[in-house]
């Protein structure tokens, strides 16, 4: 316990801050958000996100999402294991074979009214996979899809973005 207590002080804190334009331009868009989800969720947005395939740069910016620096529990974003509880499917990846079934399920699962969002230039026309004998391409070959966030990967700005434009709607 004591070697462990040591280590943290002896680390210090090692985490960067954002920049501080990229820090207001979190909070504007955020204040956005948290009003947004009030009007149309009651103060919370829970999404369930599927990987269908992508190479998992997408997974990690959505993953940023949830650290400190942009910590999207501030404005009402919750992510949950469950699709049953979920009011979004964010959706990565051009959809593999083997997901489909899987992402076909996940939103049969889901509640309506369900708002699916592709994320990723994968999800939105196949990307650089495309469609072959394992791939199925774009997510909207598979499930029906609201809204799309471009980037290769999108940057954790652009999904907060993308998310206040589809439940802005
Ligand atoms: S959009 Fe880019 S980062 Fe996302 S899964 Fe496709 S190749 Fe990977």
């Known amino acids: 316990m004591l070697r462990i207590l040591h280590q943290i002080f002896r680390t210090g804190v090692v985490t960067e801050p954002l920049p501080s334009q990229a820090e207001s331009r979190v909070v504007e868009i955020g204040a956005q958000l948290e009003e947004a989800i009030r009007q149309r969720f009651h103060r919370s947005l829970t999404i369930r996100q599927v990987d ?18 942009y910590n999207c529990e501030r404005f009402g974003i919750n992510f949950t294991a469950s699709p049953r509880f979920a009011d979004m499917l964010l959706v990565t990846g051009p959809v593999s074979i083997n997901m489909e079934i899987a992402l076909k399920r996940t939103y049969t699962a889901t509640p309506h009214p369900k708002i699916v969002v592709a994320a990723g230039d994968c999800g939105y026309d196949g990307g650089i996979f495309g469609e072959s004998y394992a791939s199925l391409g774009r997510i909207s070959n598979v499930i029906p899809v609201d809204a799309h966030i471009r980037g290769c990967p999108p940057t954790p700005v652009d999904l907060l973005l993308g998310i206040l434009k589809v439940i802005q709607r």
């Not at 269908?52 to 949830?66: F, Q, R, T, V, Y």
């Open 52 to 69: 269908a395939g992508s190479c998992n740069a997408c997974e990690l910016e959505i993953h940023a999402l949830n650290n400190s620096l």
